[in-house]
């Protein structure tokens, strides 16, 4: 073929391609325009997230000249100043996440004080309540993880007790087996031992839920005892009854919601993915025996926020060679980047 | 190894250091494709998507000192509104529509080897314009700044390259060139979702 049929042609084959593609955007149509008013609301919800944000950027920034200027503050540098450490109380309530309206106050005689963006720290000893749609989590001594869902009022007591007015608290007591958190309410006592598990206990009736571990259940007519996958209810009349609660049930999603997110900048990724089966309860499984390896071997770099567990591992694991999907009964499956 | 870092970094640091021009301006970019990205997977549910858009913002800027370059901002974004609606829908015992399959190589080119075929009248077909539709819109709305704009104006509004020099205050030559590189990033990205760039073409043109 000459070199001008060549040019022919291809200049043809050029035109040929843009109208096609210039034919396909045309009967694709027109996108779609949200309506104004939806656009002015979000972006007022957005302006102010990003006030809000600016605001902890900036006081995180006076923090840390003060400390430097006092000399009396231990400061932890972590490659890009993510945090001031403050000497203080280690008994302290540290605050994780907050959903929508969260509320403390120090006795019954104090006032209820909305717990407001950049509030990390509480007295050790309290009350706490959430709003209708909100959550709420919280650090007690030793790492307990507390969480509260949406019309919950929890008392805070020393010694790692917690008496359940009403509604639904999580409490993950974390790896290691201890003496452990006491949750009370007037249905009776749930003892743990290194364990995560849920209590419901509204207008009398009672129900525990196991994750991971064991509870023991002191009622004022028995002492009952219930192991992870086990979820036992107590009705008003005294009747107990048991069933079963899968660990990865979506029933435990408002408390996955909730979960605080360590720093996992600098850190390995088989730290992140071993997070991410406490909290979802989801097994973690690899394509290949040797990406298990890689996981030990790759760090991350990044901090994330108020994201769940999944989110977390979406926005870390883009960071790295390796991708995540859910196998068909619901472990979580690590494969290498590039599957044909 | 050496990583680059997208452009959209500075972006995103000139937001936060106090930049609202640009942070109105990333607004107005991404609100509307994060709008119908949500509203497509939630059935045409108008506030449940302007509820997840909304969520979607709230949380990329909670974490937006967290974004360090690796991808553009616009898929940081779409990663994060994904997620956001996994947990609405799950939040509320609610299917997430499946489109996201559209985007496997096999359903697409499925689709493309049927319009490839005889019946000239499938194009018209209600089928090919949801799907393949969807498809197309979605892969403008993935087109960088303006890229998306510009093919809409020309192959759906019909307006010359003149009348669109004239909406982007720049010369004719550059938006030429604007629709040329259009064009191409369109090409590329719907070829690259497709695995194949020779099956792109619709019955009636030939």
Known sequence: MSENSETRNSS???RADRDVL?????????????????????????????????????????????????????????????????????GDLRIDRVAGIAEWRAGTESEWETLRAGTDRLPPVGELRTGSGSGLSVRLAEDISLRLSADTRVAIRPEAEVVLDGGKVYIDAGLNPRTGVRLVTEAGTATDIGTQFEVRYVDGDYRL??????????????????????????????????????????????????????DFDGRRLSEL???????????????????????????????????????????????????????????????????? | MA???????????????????????????????????????????????????QQTFCKAIDNLDSYRGEAALY?????????????????????????????DNEPVRAILETLAGPAVDQPETQTWRSDVGRLVQATVDALPTHYGDVLEWKYVDGLTVKEIASRLSIGTKAAESLLTRARAGFRDALGEMLDSTDDLTPPSVT
Request: hydrophobic content about 40%; charged content about 30%; overall charge neutral.
């Open chain 1, 209 to 262: 839920r196991v994750r991971e571990g064991r509870v023991n259940l002191a009622t004022p007519e028995d002492t009952l005892s219930s192991v992870a996958g086990e979820q036992l209810q107590i009705d008003q009349s005294g009747a107990v009854a048991r069933s079963r609660v899968a660990s990865d049930d979506p029933e435990w999603a408002w408390a996955e919601e909730l979960a605080p997110v360590p």
């Open chain 1, 273 to 340: 993915l071993a997070w991410i089966e406490r909290e979802t309860g989801r097994e973690v499984i690899y394509e290949e025996p040797m990406l298990e390896l890689k996981a030990e071997q790759t760090i991350l770099r990044g901090t994330v926020r108020n994201l769940t567990p999944l989110q977390t591992l979406d926005i870390l694991l883009v960071t790295t060679d390796l991708r995540y999907e859910f196998a068909d009964d619901g472990k979580i499956l690590i494969y290498a980047k590039r599957r044909t």
């Open chain 2, 3 to 53: 990583q680059t870092t997208h452009i959209d970094l500075q972006t995103a640091r000139n937001i936060l250091a106090g930049d609202d021009a640009t942070f109105r301006e990333l607004f107005d970019r991404f609100f509307p494709r994060l709008y119908r990205f949500a509203k497509v997977r939630l059935d045409g549910d108008h506030d449940a998507a302007c509820d997840v858009v």
């Open chain 2, 75 to 103: 898929t940081w974004f779409c990663q994060i509104c994904r997620n956001t609606l996994i947990d609405y829908c799950r939040a509320r015992n609610r299917r997430m529509q499946q489109f996201v399959l559209l985007e």
């Open chain 1, 22 to 90: 210039a034919e396909l955007i045309k009967r694709a149509g027109r996108r779609e325009e949200p309506p104004r008013e939806a656009y002015e609301r979000v972006f007022a919800v957005a302006e102010e997230a990003l006030a809000r944000k600016r605001e902890q950027r900036r006081a995180r920034g006076r923090r840390l000249s003060l400390a430097l200027a006092a000399g009396v503050v231990a400061v932890v540098v972590a490659g890009a100043l993510w945090q001031t450490v403050y000497m203080q109380d280690p």
């Open chain 1, 12 to 14: 043809k084959d050029k």
